[in-house]
């Protein structure tokens, strides 16, 4: 039977032969699931974890706050001007004057749980549209059905089972689990990161020496 939901993920971790002790029990599994799923949502750039959220634009505005649930930034489209603003760090914001120049924003910085603009905005140049990761939430019930693609919900039991091992200090098994982890995450993310198939291909070995010497398939 496919894994559908949080409380057969649980039950199938504890299929791995863990007692209901004080190292390995329900409770401290259902907590590693959702911490794997937390994991999962900020190492992958997937489509389930996606969200997108316009940010209506104020005159002489340049600090907005981030959505509730933010986990990481994707990036800012500007439709009004068929552009996208430009990430920097704080330290090349902070040469900037927001508070005294007001414009199109074009440049960005997120510190804290606030979205920072240069110049700050204007009247009439249309809204930001946010593209961000949010938090998956947190699964409680038996019947939640975790966030992570249905496909890939065996990477929250190995996710788990490698915690449980871990605190029994298996780390043998921990070890061998954690290769699992890997491999299946590294497969989980070439699917979905890219998926965009109406491109040239490179044959392998068919490169030249100076570099564009290959045969496109």
Do not use: C
Not at 8 to 31: A, C, H, K, S, Y
Not at 147 to 154: E, I, R, S
Not at 209 to 214: A, E, M, N
């Amino acid at each position: 039977m496919p894994l559908e939901t949080f409380g057969q993920i649980v039950n199938e971790v504890l299929q791995f032969g863990f007692n209901d002790g004080p190292q390995v029990n329900r409770r401290r599994i259902e907590n590693w699931v959702n911490e794997g799923q937390l994991k999962i949502a900020r190492q992958v750039d997937a489509p389930e974890f996606q969200e997108t959220e316009e940010i209506v634009q104020q005159a002489g505005v340049w600090k907005y706050p981030l959505p509730e649930g933010f986990l990481r930034l994707q990036d800012i489209y500007y439709p009004e001007y068929t552009t996208r603003l430009r990430p920097v760090d704080l330290q090349q914001f902070d040469l900037t004057a927001p508070a005294l120049v007001e414009g199109p924003p074009e440049i960005y910085v997120v510190y804290q749980n606030e979205l920072w603009v240069f110049p700050a905005s204007i009247e009439g140049t249309g809204n930001l549209e946010l593209r961000y990761f949010k938090k998956p939430p947190k699964l409680a019930a038996e019947g939640d059905v975790p966030t992570l693609n249905v496909d890939y919900l065996d990477l929250l039991v190995t996710y788990a089972v490698i915690r449980a091992y871990e605190a029994e200090d298996d780390l043998e098994m921990a070890t061998s689990h954690k290769a699992r982890w890997k491999e299946d995450l590294d497969e989980y993310a070439s699917d979905v990161q890219w998926r965009v198939d109406d491109r040239p291909r490179v044959i392998d070995g068919t490169w030249g020496s100076g570099g564009y010497g290959g045969h496109w398939a």
